[in-house]
């Protein structure tokens, strides 16, 4: 399955670090969830707006809970977006389906 994620703290925690709250930017807290995904050995993509992650369901369903906490440490509260295909039997997809995209782009006009 490929999970495309992500997650933004708001609030300021208990307790809270200098830095953390609504008045950091929240690439701080998105940079520890990225850290997370990045440290699992899955295989994962970041883009300026969501964390691609590939591997089966409770592998990647536990790397995203670990992201969220890891991001929550930098707000009260987390906001969460995800999005999933689930194909099983199907790895390597992260790449193949943007292999494909760019065979079929490479066809057209043709």
């Known amino acids: 399955m490929i999970v495309a994620f992500s997650v933004a703290p708001s609030g300021t925690p208990s ?9 950091a930017s929240v ?3 998105v940079a ?3 850290k997370v995904v990045r440290e699992s ?4 993509r970041t883009s300026s707006m969501f964390t691609e992650i590939e591997g089966d369901w409770d592998q990647v369903m536990n790397v995203v809970k670990r992201a969220t906490e890891a991001a929550g440490r930098y ?4 906001s969460l977006v ?12 992260l790449t193949g389906k943007i292999d494909r995209l760019e065979g079929a782009l490479g066809t057209l006009g043709r």
Not at 41 to 44: E, F
Not at 75 to 78: A, C, I, L, N, Q
Not at 82 to 93: M, N, S
């Open 15 to 23: 307790g809270a670090p200098a830095g953390t709250g609504d008045d």
């Open 27 to 29: 690439h701080t807290a």
């Open 32 to 34: 520890a969830a990225v």
């Open 41 to 44: 050995g899955l295989p994962n």
């Open 75 to 78: 707000g009260s509260r987390v």
């Open 82 to 93: 995800l999005k999933a295909d689930i194909r099983p039997g199907h790895t390597g997809e």
